[in-house]
């Protein structure tokens, strides 16, 4: 995997060049080469061993608290620390204002290690991107920091349990808090929404899409909101519960290690929001997030691809079975699998397919 990533990061796409423009001049070959190596070292040594474990067991609810394999925490830990929350994002704010396609190659490793694991600072990466392209300065001053640090973890909370993909049909509802403009009380349930709770972090920011009571049907009247699990201070100090209810854990075909909740919001009549951007752009905004997830996971699918193909590059290289075609000795050694004709040609579809993925997707990621 490394090769292919460095291959098509340095030579396929050319991001080296980038090193000319005025954001990314402090950074060279050299800076984007040791990015690299980190994630590959940290997806190693904390994410792929446990990505079997993770899927056999899924998370469970014990006493109303996720309970998660303790790996998945340590790996976490290890992604927080090397500052990949933050890879792409300006220095000012705490990032490593590295090119996007470099901090695409760095999460191929993570995706490729384990996809459920790395699902987690996947969808913290999308919240906190939505937020900095479309959230005011003060919010963006408040909840930024922690969640570039990775205190904060973050959600797309879109589908309801009687509205999958038909958003129009929203029901979850925002209304007005008197004297404090731009705040909303919520209520409503939401469904099929991943990482929707866990212990990994001090916080979870939830961007909820919910229509403001007296708002028109359909998408025009859809809104989104910031609705944390806990509420903080001004200071950013996690506090009480903001009534943000786990109801219940889904249980997936695959992709198990990763939470999928469904999330009971304002049941006390005590949850609160606050309103990103103008009232009725929620759809609108919620696709900057969206859309970088369904590219997040097109380049998911092609490292898990070529996960695939690395393992069967090694099995065909260890497993000894029959002898070349023209060999007649039947006491001659059996060869490895990898010599046959057509195991050559299975492998060979296995990388035409998966490597032109990687490259369209690092491609994207410099456009």
Request: proline fraction near 5%.
């Amino acid at each position: 995997m490394a090769r292919e990533v460095a291959f098509t990061i340095f030579d396929v796409v050319g991001v080296e060049d980038l090193s000319t423009l005025p954001r990314f001049e402090s950074h060279n070959r050299e800076t984007y080469e040791a990015v690299l190596e980190t994630a590959r070292k940290i997806a190693d040594d904390y994410f792929a061993p446990h990505n079997r474990k993770g899927d056999l067991n899924e998370p469970r609810l014990v006493n109303g608290v996720v309970e998660l394999i303790p790996e998945v925490s340590e790996a976490m830990d290890a992604y927080r620390e090397a500052g990949f929350f933050a890879a792409h994002h300006d220095e000012e704010d705490g990032g490593l204002a590295l090119p996007w396609a470099v901090a695409q190659g760095a999460s191929a490793f993570f995706q490729s290690a384990n996809i459920a694991t790395a699902g987690y600072p996947f969808l913290t990466v999308g919240a906190a991107n939505l937020i900095k392209a479309h959230a005011s300065p003060e919010q963006q001053a408040h909840w930024l920091p922690s969640m570039l640090e990775g205190r904060f973890f973050g959600t797309m909370c879109l589908s309801e349990p009687h509205a999958g993909s038909g958003l129009a049909d929203i029901r979850t509802t925002a209304i007005p808090i008197p004297d404090q403009p731009g705040r909303y009380k919520l209520r409503g349930q939401k469904m099929w929404i991943s990482a929707g709770d866990h212990e990994l972090s001090d916080n979870i920011v939830h961007l909820v899409l919910a229509r403001i009571e007296g708002a028109p049907a359909g998408t025009k009247g859809i809104s989104i909101f910031i609705v944390p699990k806990r509420r903080t201070d001004a200071a950013g100090q996690v506090g009480p519960s903001n009534d943000v209810r786990l109801v219940s854990l889904n249980h997936k075909m695959g992709y198990r290690g990763t939470t999928n909740t469904i999330l009971a919001f304002g049941e006390d009549d005590s949850c609160e929001g606050e309103l990103i951007g103008e009232a009725g752009q929620g759809l609108a905004y919620m696709f900057h997030m969206m859309n970088e997830a369904r590219i997040g996971v097109g380049l998911s699918s092609a490292c898990l691809g070529l996960a695939g193909y690395a393992e069967s590059l090694r099995y065909a290289g260890e497993r000894p079975q029959g002898r070349h075609a023209d060999e007649r000795d039947p006491t001659s050694k059996p060869v490895m699998i990898i010599e046959h004709a057509d195991v050559r040609r299975m492998l060979m579809v296995q990388k035409a397919l998966c490597e032109p993925a990687l490259s369209l997707c690092f491609y994207a990621a410099r456009l």
